[in-house]
């Protein structure tokens, strides 16, 4: 049979004009599992680098949940191994394309959502454009309180920011850096983190706890790590998670494009829990920080890092609150102040809105990281402090979260960021005053007031 010469020219114009249509899920299912045996975590962890099985929660230990996305073949080829094992598994829905519809119809532009014409809503999904008209709006609207600086331009030629909110200081004050959005599909990550910046600015000179926190740190926020993923998000395919790069060294593979920026840092590059096939969602790219969204929070972390307090990195989801290392199980040097902090934060999350996080060292909490950006800043940059957080939900909806849970997930987690910064004030204030020479101290001490739980270890 002769091809069909006119097709042939539409499809090579769609993808010479890069014009997009939403790929479809229907009749794709999310199957949810829980391995009882590490050898039934070690049989499913042998789908990882199958680039046809997209795992939403990898598996880990036993007893901990697995969430695969599947559809034809690899569906039929992972239930049909699920059985000869005996691992049950549940269905959590068997069509995508339904909770993707249902997002789309709730978040898309020129809906009827409230803010989207008066403002800039923050209970809502935003594209790439809103997001960095709304960015500029702020630079403007707070000229004395922001700058917004470019980190770097992409591989399809966007523009990586960062936030800087200062009431001053002259580049002295301590600094707290937030990252969000290094995975694409992740989109509670990058709502969350522009409510923050919200917050911050409209409350500093109203709420006296707000402006402490502004007047005392400055504030580096990066709410969208990878905007060429994020906008394919949105036009194309709702779960992508890498850049759109091409991998240098495969120009054939244009069908599998991107790395994940989040296994390209130099740190344990190539490690556990990455690939080095282009088509894999966990793709390390060609060399550490070969890309532009790496790199941008390299050289934003090392210009800092003098005056980096703590640094946060948000995704999502798993309900997760995490310290080094991601590479190995081994403690990381500062494993008990880590969990000193992740103690405050987790009590200040659960006094939001009840809800339930885990937290500890990563490869004991979620899996085994390699080349990830919060590993790479505490060894490397050296920031003692160096959180990631998987934000909500536990499996339900996943990286569909309804937009009725961005507000709620906004607030517990700025309620651990700021309950982790205070604490740490609090202590340095201690320890400050235990320091404080005698001769500038008018009252007469005769104890030594040394703080506990102030020796350096690292
Ligand atoms: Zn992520």
């Known amino acids: 049979m002769k091809p069909n010469f006119n097709s042939f020219c539409v499809l090579c114009i769609l993808i010479i004009c890069g014009i997009s249509a939403f790929q479809n899920f229907t009749g794709h299912k999310l199957l949810g599992m829980v391995p009882r045996n590490p050898d039934e975590v070690k049989v499913l962890r042998g789908f990882l680098d199958d680039p046809e099985m997209d795992f939403w929660l990898e598996p880990t230990y036993e007893l901990q949940n697995v969430t695969v996305h599947v559809n034809g073949e690899s569906g039929k080829k992972l239930e049909s191994t699920l059985q000869n094992m005996g691992l049950q598994f549940y269905t959590i829905t068997d069509d995508l394309e339904k909770w993707i519809e249902r997002e789309?119809?709730?978040?898309y532009p020129g809906s009827h959502l409230q803010g989207r014409t008066t403002g800039f809503a923050f209970d809502v999904y935003h594209p790439l454009d809103e997001i960095v008209a709304h960015l500029d709006d702020v630079s403007r609207k707070y000229p004395n309180l922001t700058k917004l600086l470019n980190m770097g331009d992409t591989f399809e030629g966007n523009i990586i920011y960062l936030l800087k909110i200062s009431s001053g200081g002259n580049d002295t004050r301590p600094a707290i850096w937030?990252?969000?959005?290094?995975?694409?599909?992740?989109?509670?990550?990058?709502?969350?983190?522009?409510?923050?910046?919200?917050?911050?600015l409209v409350n500093y000179g109203n709420d006296k706890y707000i402006t402490n926190l502004i007047d005392s740190h400055d504030w580096y926020i990066m709410p969208l790590v990878n905007p060429d993923g994020y906008l394919h998000t949105w036009n194309w395919n709702?779960?992508?998670?890498?850049?759109?790069?091409?991998?240098?060294?495969?120009?054939?593979?244009?069908?599998?494009r991107g790395i994940d920026p989040n296994r390209n840092f130099d740190i344990f590059f190539g490690g556990p829990s990455t690939s080095s096939t282009p088509c894999s969602s966990i793709y390390k790219g060609d060399h550490p920080f070969s890309e532009a969204e790496s790199s941008a929070i390299r050289d934003g972390?090392?210009?800092?890092?003098?005056?980096?307090?703590?640094?946060?990195?948000?995704?999502?989801?798993?309900?997760?609150w995490m310290t080094p290392h991601?590479?190995?199980?081994?403690?990381?040097?500062?494993?008990?102040?880590?969990?000193?902090?992740l103690t405050v934060a987790i009590t200040a999350v659960e006094a939001a809105h009840g809800m339930h996080y885990r937290y500890g060292p990563s490869a004991q909490t979620l899996y085994a990281t390699s080349g990830s950006a919060s590993d790479w800043v505490y060894d490397v940059a050296g920031v003692r402090y160096s959180f990631s957080v998987e934000l909500r939900d536990?499996?339900?909806?996943?990286?569909?979260?309804?937009?009725?849970?961005?507000?709620?997930?906004?607030?517990?987690?700025?309620?651990?960021i700021t309950s982790i910064v205070s604490h740490l004030q609090a202590k340095e204030k201690v320890k400050k005053s235990s320091t404080t020479s005698p001769s500038t101290t008018p009252l007469p001490t005769t104890k030594n007031t040394k703080p506990e739980n102030t020796t350096d270890t690292s």
């Open 178 to 200: 937030i990252d969000a959005g290094i995975h694409s599909r992740e989109w509670i990550a990058p709502a969350t983190a522009l409510y923050m910046i919200n917050h911050l």
């Open 326 to 341: 991601g590479y190995t199980t081994l403690k990381a040097p500062d494993f008990a102040e880590h969990m000193e902090l």
């Open 238 to 256: 709702r779960l992508w998670r890498k850049n759109r790069a091409l991998a240098p060294g495969f120009p054939g593979v244009l069908i599998c």
């Open 104 to 107: 789309r119809e709730e978040n």
């Open 301 to 320: 972390v090392m210009a800092l890092r003098d005056r980096l307090l703590a640094y946060f990195s948000l995704h999502s989801f798993s309900q997760l």
């Open 394 to 416: 536990r499996g339900v909806f996943g990286f569909l979260l309804p937009r009725t849970e961005i507000i709620p997930t906004s607030e517990e987690t700025w309620a651990g």
